[in-house]
């Protein structure tokens, strides 16, 4: 396919989700592919969301139909793809009259089970939460309740899995590589990477892909001889954790004075994930940081519901992210659209940029975006990921449950709670760097508390882990787990000859 003088047909430029996941669909159909990040996959909005898979429940009273029913299908091909990391999750909406009325939501839930085919998970319901197990954290007053599904996924490894499989599919990954420039020259685009070595090199493709998200509009300003058509809105979404507030395995979503929602999720078995705010952001994204006026607005709303208050103390960790969508002028940052839109230059190679989009539907993105490109290329195949399980995701019949129970009985030698972290997190995939290991023993240094030389080095050699921070926050969330000094003491470990 590549022509002369060409390395690639497709440069992606961009290693969060919608970048490793276009990089991922285009490997898969034989196109070559170089996909850059500038500093480490997933190391901005896309490890910083609710973690959620859903169809978005809010955005029907903005009546976003094509948005929820593109979401809703999504969710049932991701559950099917990756069990591994993405599970279902039941909500509990308590009801509150003076907010929004009960046939309202009732109408509301009756649409998000049927604007698309749903197989995987259960459909809503009514509950007593006088009586039901997920009222007894509440606070006393609430009486009827809403129950609904979505799922819930590891965002991070979501992106890790998707840039492995480009990978092995014949893709090139950098990370912490800059593209600095793209020019068009002889038929092609003629591009600068820096690497944070200080090592540069000039690659030509095709056609590029720029997928920079909170960047994109400055990558096209400052890299390309083009402007931005479109205007980005960046809107900063934070999120809390504290102790775990309830026992049971349900989540919560809220209604707030504001119209607003925010959710309560279980999170890494010890804690509550709490969020997110909507927040109009004109900073660097490279900076981004939960506010403590964000701070105070998630612990008052969540102790509105909650029977046990939550207390700026509480807090054991915070984490804020930009989400870059269209600018359409809204007043609310919350009523601004999710949904993805391209810019497509196409005068000369191509050069394709993305705009907006949400995580449970990056594989649509990436499908849409190779309906644009493989015209543009002369190049005809068909689609194929909705069906293609990602790393890890090769369970029979995507049965998660299934495979931990016999994961258990062929590794009894390993304390259940690690076989439950390295099963969600690595799947089918585990054999490959557990080996024929049947004790702690057998996996080398124990660098940190449940955290084994063989598991570090895995991630190097596979998973483009350079620090220890995408190890303890992005690779795995051992970091909320370990003391403070669990940092330092990874990178120390990380830089002994012996660690390479």
Request: hydrophobic content about 40%; aromatic content about 8%.
């Amino acid at each position: 396919m590549t022509g002369a003088g060409v390395d690639y047909e497709l440069l992606v430029v961009g290693g969060g989700i919608n970048g490793a996941g276009i990089a991922r669909d285009a490997a898969g159909r034989g196109l070559r592919v170089l996909l850059c990040e500038q500093d480490d996959l997933a190391a901005h909005t896309s490890s910083a969301s609710t973690k959620l898979i859903h169809g978005g429940l809010r955005y029907l009273e903005q009546f976003e139909f094509r948005l929820v029913r593109k979401a809703l299908a999504e969710r049932e091909v991701l559950l099917g793809v990756a069990p591994h990391i993405i599970r279902p999750l039941r909500f509990v909406l308590p009801h509150e009259p003076h907010l929004r009325p009960a046939w309202t939501i009732r109408a509301g839930l009756f649409l998000y089970d049927h604007l698309a085919r749903r197989r995987r998970l259960p459909g809503s319901g009514t509950v007593d939460l006088r009586r039901h197990e997920a009222g007894g954290a509440l606070r006393a007053g609430y009486r009827d309740g809403f129950v609904y599904s979505d799922g819930w996924v590891d965002d991070a490894r979501l992106v890790v899995l998707n840039a492995l499989d480009a990978h092995e599919r014949g893709a090139r990954v950098l990370t912490r590589t800059r593209c600095t420039r793209i020019a068009r020259e002889q038929g092609a685009w003629t591009a600068t990477l820096h690497g944070a070595d200080g090592a540069r090199e000039s690659v030509r493709a095709r056609a590029v892909v720029n997928a920079t998200g909170p960047w994109v509009g400055q990558f096209l300003d400052q890299a390309t001889p083009l402007r931005a058509s479109q205007a980005v809105r960046l809107v900063k979404g934070s999120h809390i954790v504290v102790p775990r507030l309830f026992d049971h395995p349900y989540a919560y979503i809220f209604q707030n004075a504001d119209r607003r929602i925010i959710f309560a999720i279980p999170y890494e078995r010890e804690f509550t994930l709490i969020g997110t705010t909507d927040v109009d952001y004109h900073g660097d994204p490279a900076r981004v940081a939960i506010s403590s006026d964000e701070v105070q607005y998630l612990i008052e709303n969540a102790s509105r519901h909650f029977r046990r208050p939550v207390a700026t103390a509480d807090v054991v960790w915070s984490y804020a992210g930009v989400r870059p969508l269209h600018e359409d002028e809204s007043s609310d940052p919350s009523s601004v659209t999710r949904d993805y839109s391209f810019e497509f230059d196409v005068d000369g190679p191509a050069l394709l940029s993305v705009f907006g989009g949400k995580i449970t539907t990056y594989r649509r993105l990436a499908e849409d975006a190779l309906a644009r490109l493989l015209p543009a290329l002369g190049i005809e195949c068909d689609p194929w990921t909705a069906d293609t399980p990602l790393p890890g995701g090769e369970l029979p019949g995507a049965d998660y449950a299934a495979f931990r129970a016999a994961l258990g009985l062929r590794r009894a030698g390993f304390a259940p709670g690690l076989l439950d972290r390295w099963g969600r997190a690595y799947g089918a995939r585990l054999e490959r760097w557990l080996g024929n290991a049947r004790t702690t023993a057998e996996l080398g240094t124990e660098v940190l508390p449940g955290l084994y030389a063989a598991e570090i080095r895995y991630l190097q050699r596979h998973e483009w882990a350079a620090t220890a921070a995408d190890i303890l926050w992005r690779r795995t969330k051992l970091g909320l787990h370990l003391p403070p000094d669990a940092s330092a003491t990874l990178a120390a470990w990380l830089a002994l000859p012996a660690a390479a």
